[in-house]
């Protein structure tokens, strides 16, 4: 696990109504996804077929906390913290609709994304507004850490 990155399990309450999953609070409460300490604004990503890649990016300053709102997908992250203690360790986590989970990765690790089914949707907050004139990014090829989004049996 990289320092700082949170892989918060959430829950879906149902009854005969449907369901209702409480994606993130304000920082500060009991509850685990209790981790929005800033906002800056929340925006969703459809990839309209699976294997679709989204990578990589860090960020200086802004925070993101990702959730799947439909379909499934794979993440992969490095830490890229010179000061951090997992700096240069890499995390890879498969999270979707059917295992709600709030994905939370700090300033200075790069992330991305493959859609591992047709019309995955992703909810993503970010502590900041997103600046198209001077964006808080670094990004780098998609293949930058190798074979790391190759479906591989177990």
Not at 52 to 73: N, P, Q, T, Y
Not at 134 to 143: F, K, L, S, T
């Amino acid at each position: 696990m990289i320092h700082d990155v949170k892989v918060i399990r959430l829950t879906a309450h149902t009854d005969e109504r449907g369901y209702l999953i409480e994606i993130a609070r304000k920082a500060g409460g009991d509850e685990p996804h209790a981790v929005v300490h800033q906002f800056g604004q929340v925006y969703l990503v459809g990839n309209p077929a699976r294997g679709a890649i989204r990578a990589f990016h860090k960020h200086a300053e802004l925070w993101d906390w990702f959730f799947i709102s439909h379909g499934s997908a794979k993440f992969v992250l490095k830490d890229d913290r010179e000061d951090s203690p997992t700096y240069g360790e890499m995390m890879q986590i498969v999270i979707g609709e059917r295992n709600p989970t709030l994905l939370v990765v700090p300033p200075g690790v790069y992330h991305g994304w493959m859609s591992l089914e047709d019309d995955t949707q992703m909810i993503s907050t970010a502590s900041h507004t997103y600046n198209r004139e001077n964006p808080d990014e670094v990004r780098i090829p998609p293949d930058s850490f190798g074979d790391v989004w190759t479906i591989k049996g177990k």
